[in-house]
């Protein structure tokens, strides 16, 4: 092991760059579907080493470039094997677009690597032999994390902390620190073999943190073992629903000669006859994410076709295109959920608040109007962003937490929710991105959701994966990618408030104020230069 840590160290140039972007790449098989994360006992040590490569005998301002160097291209592999997938959406229309789908790729994991080169560039003037250096690495990594989730909107998606709870019983500790403490704690665990194999003069720090990270990662696997064991209520309120998957290619789902046999295909699936329950009894039907490829709110008929297939007392919620025109030319076009009643009258909406940024609406469109590219404004400005984030639902359902698509990915913005949510419903289209990981990593996201806040979650997605989750983000049910089909279950009940749904992200702060003080008063007392 010596000879292998001594050989990492010794790298120099574009060997230990090469060597960098590929461990990163192999970190990413610890994501969604796959989920290998035992490899980050590999990879991660492996990144640590190529860190004490670049600093080796370098002044501070060298060593800072050079690790930044190590970090982008660790970060580099990461992300490019992590978010493949979205090169799949430029193939949709792949006449036009298909052309950038390297570069849009490349580009969109060369900027997330930033963050992780700039995580490893800021611990150059504490680095050190001393297995603390690693802590200092976990405090400058999960604070890039956190800014990588909140900048230009944001994208808390995958990552290292991630990784952390890709198996159920891992996955029961969000529910007390939610997802952003995974990424101060996940470093610190997987650089367990940093700690076992530090230099003779600083063994014994390096055995005491070995111990700490053993001790945390056993806890971690108690916690979820004993959750797991606990049973889940059942709903004061029970509540029958049925998720429609209707697997719509994205090609297909906008051309006008299609509208008729798509909306034909959601209400087949919505009246089709299901042995365990009868129609009758189902109390909330949900389709996907702009499932209804036209303004439904402006076609009666279409309307009165929903009130003939849903029983008289159902609910119906799906995703829906809708507009509005202010003094008749500013058109505002919403990416919304509509909650229609057994009659077909819409009894409530809910516009997308956080869209996604190229995808949904393009940024800085008062700046592409100000140097004279409006038209490019006008033609790619897609949907207005909703104002007000609220509850939906009846006394029969419950109160009900409204998601499109993305947005579950934010913890942090659904607790900025009002309280109260009996369930989540999460309505998605992840049709543009194929059989890839895509859809599993956004279906991980929503299971995590479920932990955080305690609340079972309704997934529907148009090409799938859709599934009903129970508030420990177990699967209850689910309909494969690329089917077309209906789930049908009573959705489970909800838990208590967790201890992360109370307090949120202060307690990713909390855990880095507390982490940082520590390691600042043993490095003073141990005189570690």
């Given amino acids: 092991m010596a000879f292998l840590i001594s050989s990492l160290v010794l790298l ?31 990879t991660i040590p492996v990144f640590i080493w190529l860190m ?16 930044v160097r190590v970090g982008w291209s660790f ?70 994390e956190w800014l990588r989730g909140t900048v230009f909107t944001g994208l808390p998606w995958g990552g290292i902390g991630q990784a952390l709870t890709s198996q159920t019983v891992t996955m029961q500790i969000l529910a007390l620190i939610g997802s952003q403490s995974m990424t101060l704690l996940a470093p610190i665990l997987f650089a367990l073999p940093v700690f076992v194999f530090a230099s003779p003069d600083y063994r014994k720090t390096g055995l005491s943190l070995s111990a700490i990270a053993a001790l945390l990662f056993a806890g971690q696997l108690a916690y979820g073992v004993q959750r797991l064991s606990q049973p889940v209520p059942a709903a004061d309120k029970p509540v029958v629903v049925r998720i429609i998957q209707p697997n719509i290619p994205q090609k297909e789902k906008w051309k006008p000669e299609n509208r008729s046999w798509i909306f034909d ?45 849903l029983p008289d007392k159902a609910t119906l919620m799906t995703g829906a295109i809708r507009r509005e025109t202010a003094f008749t030319t500013d058109e505002q076009v919403y990416n919304s959920i509509y909650q229609l009643a057994g009659d077909g009258l819409v009894v409530a909406s809910y516009d997308k608040v956080h869209l996604v940024p190229f995808g949904e609406y393009l940024p800085m469109l008062d700046w592409l109007k100000a140097i004279g590219l409006g038209h490019l404004a006008e033609q790619a400005s897609g949907f207005t962003a909703g104002t007000k984030r609220k509850l939906l639902g009846d006394d029969k359902l419950g109160k009900i937490l409204p998601l499109i698509c993305y947005e579950i990915a934010f913890p942090s913005e659904i607790r900025s929710y009002p309280a109260g949510a009996d369930m989540i ?15 599993w990593q956004h279906m991980h996201l929503a299971r995590m959701r479920a932990v955080e806040t305690g609340l079972p979650v309704i997934r529907a997605a148009n090409t799938g994966i859709s599934a009903i ?18 789930l049908q279950a009573t959705v489970p009940g909800a838990l208590p408030p967790t201890i992360y749904e109370r307090f949120g992200d202060r307690m990713f702060l909390f855990l880095w104020l507390l982490t940082g003080g520590f390691t600042l008063i043993i490095q003073r007392k141990s005189r570690i230069p």
Wanted: cysteine-free; aromatic content about 16%.
């Fill in 12 to 42: 120099d140039g574009w060997r230990r760059l090469l060597i960098a972007f590929v461990f990163g790449a192999l970190s990413s098989l610890a994501q969604a579907p796959l989920g290998w994360f035992p490899l980050l006992w590999i």
């Fill in 52 to 67: 004490d490569s670049a600093a080796l005998g370098k002044s501070p301002r060298q060593a800072f470039w050079s690790m």
């Fill in 75 to 144: 970060g580099l592999g990461f992300f490019l094997f992590t978010f493949y997938w979205i090169g799949a959406s430029f193939l949709v229309e792949a006449d036009i677009y298909g052309w950038m789908m390297p570069f849009a790729i490349f580009f969109f994991a060369a900027g997330l690597a930033l963050f992780w080169a700039l995580a490893a560039g800021l611990v150059a003037p504490v680095w050190s032999a001393s297995p603390l250096r690693v802590v200092w690495l976990a405090l400058s990594w999960s604070a890039m």
């Fill in 265 to 309: 295909r959601l209400l087949a699936l919505t009246t089709l006859d299901q042995a365990s329950t009868p129609l009758e009894d189902v109390n909330l039907f949900v389709w996907p994410e702009t499932a209804v490829p036209f303004y439904l709110i402006e076609q009666p008929n279409g309307l009165t076709a929903i009130a003939k297939a």
């Fill in 425 to 439: 419903v999460n309505v998605t289209n992840d049709a543009w991105f194929g059989s890839t990981a895509g859809p």
């Fill in 469 to 486: 989750f129970d508030p420990m983000g177990r699967v209850v049910q689910k309909l494969d990618l690329q089917t077309d089909g209906i």
